[in-house]
């Protein structure tokens, strides 16, 4: 599985960036995909994940300002990222997780998000 993210950029706070994640050599629709941050000294964390079926799973400290959503005809993944603030700024990796035994991780190679304030 191949995952090519893109979309990244500098933006103002308050501004918004939509990133893509396109999927390649497999069957997309069985892949739980998602998205996960990690910023300049910590740990890699969730941001939010899309099942095949549309439900969604979205970190409380970007919820209401972030949408995830899935292509399934297009094998993409989207977030839509609104009110951008500062602590925002992280690279963004995509995420496949194979909903079906065996239960195969794979990740995109990143793009950078930078907020200035």
């Known amino acids: 599985v191949q995952l090519q993210a893109s979309g990244g950029g500098l933006v103002q706070a308050g501004g918004s960036l939509r990133l893509s994640c396109a999927a390649s050599?497999?069957?997309?629709?069985?892949?739980?995909m998602g998205w996960y941050r990690q910023a300049p000294g910590k740990q890699r964390e969730l941001v939010a994940t899309?099942?095949?079926?549309?439900?969604?799973n979205t970190a409380d400290s970007v919820k209401g300002r972030f949408t995830i959503s899935r292509d399934n005809a297009k094998n993409t993944v989207y977030l839509q990222m609104n009110s951008l603030r500062p602590e925002d700024t992280a690279i963004y990796y995509c995420?496949?997780?194979?909903?079906?035994?065996?239960?195969?991780?794979?990740w995109g190679q990143g793009t950078q998000v930078t907020v200035s304030s």
């Open positions: 995420n496949a997780l194979r909903s079906l035994i065996p239960r195969t991780n794979y």
């Open positions: 050599g497999t069957t997309f629709a069985i892949y739980v």
């Open positions: 899309i099942t095949s079926g549309g439900s969604t």
